[in-house]
Every structure is written in structure tokens, then in C-alpha cells.
């Protein structure tokens, strides 16, 4: 279980005032606060620029918050505080993972499992199920930089597989991917859930969020402007999918923003 309290990200920009350059900070993620339990996929969902990317990085203790507090919860609901247990609990993914190119997924899997430490017979094992699950025998042995993007998707949802944490954050994982490899990321969302695992993702893919989420949080401007399951922001809104939900929620919360400013 993750829960974010709070949580805000300050940065500064840039820009002309006639001959001078002036600087001003602005709240990329503005007060937020959040909850995801075991054995939910919780979505985050927004327009470019709304603070999505910041937020989940915050979650995933790959950037420190300006001020609020993550707190990550074992199974048995103890905190886990220190920094190097809490980074090995959190599986994060995004579209700037970063892999060895010229290892084979297969070796690079075998070369994750033995800096984790784990038995030989182990490795060999979990690589042999994470390859099933995510259909990659095809191009298991391939070197990574011979990949499709779909591929090396599927191939960095196999890194995050190897250290079978208890948190994923996956930032667009279906992001320009075919159709076959969207469905092989979709699965596994599924399977990760259904384990007892949390997953937090952003997308801009409404149709399969509305399918997939238990629980969903909007955010704009950097700030949360609705949350609840589908069904309920469908109902909130009075709209028929989650697509026209979107565009409502963010419709009004554009309005009372114009609104403070006017």
C-alpha cells in the first residue's frame, strides 16, 4: 500500500521580459494526496502538463517531494522506511527506462537475477515464467537494441518483473504500442492485481482505463480536480464512458480556474 499526504514539487522557469530574463517558480504537483491498497490498479489521468510524470516519479522515491510525505506499507501494514528496501519494493517503468542494448532479455534478465542474488535454479525459473507471461520466446534471445518498441516495452516490464516488487508504477506503458503488445502489458496489469500487487499508472488511453482501473484520480493544473471508480466520475458527470467523464471534469476545472484569475 502506498499514500501519498500532501505532496507538492516546486520548480522554477525561465523567461523574456523584454531585455531582461526573470525568473519565477510554479507547483508542477500541488498539494496531492493519494491512497493505492494491495491488489488495486489505480489510475492517473490528466492532459500533457498536468503534473502526471512529476507525481508518479515522487511516488516512486525517484524524486523528493518540495513538501508532503510517501509512505510505502508492507503487507502486514508496517512502514517501510528505509530508502534501499523501499526502492527494490517499487517496480517503476516509464518510457525513458533505460536497458543494456546489447544483452539479449534473456541475459539481461540472468544478469538482474544474479546482482538480486538469487540460486541459479531460481533465475532460470522466474526468466522462464516472465518470458510466458509476457509472450517474448520469439525474442527472448534477440540483443535488446534489435527490438521493436513494443518489445523493448515488454522487455522493461521484465526487468521490473525479475525483482517481483510489490508496487508497480508504470507511466503510459501502452504508450504508440501495437496492438499484441499493448494486450501482453494489459495482461500482465491483470495478473499483477490479481497476485495482490498495487499498480499505479498514468495513460492517456480512457477506453482502457475505464476497463482496467478500480480507482481513478484526475489531475489538472497539478492538482487532484476528481477521483473515484469510473462508474462513479461516469455518474458524477452524468456522462455515458469515461472519455466524455474526462472532458466534463476538465471542462469545469478550466472554468473555476478562470474563474480565480479573473
Do not use: W
Amino acid at each position: 500500500m502506498i499514500i501519498a499526504s500532501d505532496l507538492c514539487k516546486e520548480f522554477e522557469k525561465s523567461y523574456k521580459e523584454g531585455k531582461k530574463t526573470k525568473k519565477e517558480k510554479f507547483l508542477a504537483v500541488n498539494h496531492v494526496s493519494l491512497t493505492a491498497k494491495e491488489g488495486e490498479i489505480v489510475g492517473i489521468l490528466g492532459p500533457n502538463g498536468a503534473g502526471k510524470t512529476t507525481l508518479l516519479r515522487m511516488l516512486g522515491s525517484l524524486m523528493t517531494p518540495t513538501e508532503g510525505r510517501v509512505t510505502l506499507m508492507d503487507t502486514e501494514g508496517n512502514e517501510i522506511a528505509d530508502d534501499t528496501k523501499k526502492k527494490e519494493a517499487i517496480g517503476y517503468l516509464s518510457g525513458n527506462t533505460k536497458l543494456y542494448p546489447r544483452f539479449s532479455i534473456r541475459e539481461y534478465l540472468t544478469f538482474l537475477g544474479e546482482v538480486y542474488e538469487y540460486p541459479k535454479q531460481e533465475i532460470a525459473e522466474r526468466i522462464e515464467r516472465i518470458i510466458e507471461v509476457l509472450d517474448m520466446s520469439s525474442f527472448a534471445d534477440s540483443r535488446i537494441e534489435k527490438l521493436s518498441t513494443g518489445q523493448t516495452q515488454r522487455a522493461s516490464i521484465a526487468r521490473c518483473l525479475m525483482a517481483d516488487p510489490m508496487l508497480y508504477i508504470l507511466d503510459e506503458p501502452t504508450l504508440g504500442l501495437d496492438i499484441l503488445s499493448a494486450d501482453a502489458i494489459i495482461r500482465f496489469m491483470k495478473e499483477q492485481k490479481e497476485k495482490g500487487k498495487t499498480v499505479l499508472y498514468s495513460t492517456h488511453y480512457l477506453e482502457e482505463a475505464q476497463v482496467l482501473c478500480d480507482r481513478i484520480y484526475m489531475i489538472c493544473g497539478g492538482r487532484i480536480v476528481a477521483q473515484g471508480t469510473p462508474a462513479q466520475l461516469m455518474e458524477q458527470t452524468g456522462t455515458s464512458n469515461l472519455r466524455e467523464a474526462f472532458h466534463a471534469i476538465y471542462d469545469e476545472s478550466e472554468r473555476e480556474d478562470n474563474n480565480e484569475t479573473a
